[in-house]
């Protein structure tokens, strides 16, 4: 799209144009909702319109203004350089999410179930790891961390010193973790880990396979400690 020498508020209506056909495209929209009803349904949809849901309320506010206040020469409502910058972010990231296949770098740590606890103990004390997935073969089985083999150990006592994780695997908490496709992107991943917080539990991990599913290779992990790249990722979109 043509930017170069346009006022702020041809580039501001056509980027808000194209906002509203993806909203449109989000919710199968055949008719002629108007835009507080299509963000109202396309942002149970949308990970990236529930959280700038607001911003959009305000942009659209704006349209109005720009669309009945036009005079022959000038526009009385001129959207600031700011806006221009963030709307056009929230259209980027609409229509080309960045993926979290970008940023996966592998797993630096590996379990299975036939790994002796004492050496996933000496890993955790000598990397400064706090969870580890466990996998057997291509299939993801659980998130083992350092709270899980606390529980385990308080149960067994004398017997970790030659036992495996299998052992441990029961005491393993589904919820500390979540299975994503590496073709999801970052926005979801931050919106999980934010969704989490507000229900008040906590994601120890999002583990992220070649198709999202748990039978399928495992080829990343981020944890809470990755949030902050994530949202910069989101800022610079």
Request: glycine content about 4%.
């Amino acid at each position: 799209m043509q930017t170069d020498n346009r006022p702020n508020s041809e580039v501001f209506i056509d980027l808000f144009t194209e906002i509203e056909q993806k909203l449109k495209e989000i919710c199968g929209d055949t008719y002629h909702s108007n835009f507080s009803e299509l963000l109202r349904r396309a942002r149970n949809i949308n990970p990236i319109l529930h959280q700038f849901a607001n911003d959009l309320r305000e942009y659209a506010q704006l349209r109005n203004a720009i669309i009945h206040t036009r005079r022959e020469n000038f526009i009385i409502a001129e959207p600031h350089n700011d806006v221009i910058k963030e709307i056009r972010r929230i259209r980027n990231l609409l229509y080309n999410p960045p993926k979290v296949s970008s940023i996966i770098k592998g797993v630096a740590y590996i379990a299975t179930p036939k790994t002796p606890i004492m050496e996933m103990l000496e890993t955790f004390a000598n990397k400064g790891f706090m969870r580890c997935p466990v996998v057997d073969g291509n299939k993801v089985i659980c998130l083992i961390t350092a709270k899980t083999l606390a529980r385990w150990i308080i149960t067994n006592p004398s017997n970790f010193q030659n036992a495996s994780l299998e052992a441990v695997i029961p005491f393993a908490d589904q919820s500390d973790y979540t299975i994503v496709s590496e073709n999801t992107d970052i926005v979801s991943i931050v919106g999980q880990f934010k969704n989490a917080i507000k229900k008040g539990t906590y994601i120890q991990a999002v583990l992220i396979t070649k198709n999202g599913l748990a039978n399928s290779p495992l080829v990343g992990i981020l944890t809470p400690s990755d949030l902050p790249r994530l949202m910069e990722m989101i800022d610079e979109k």
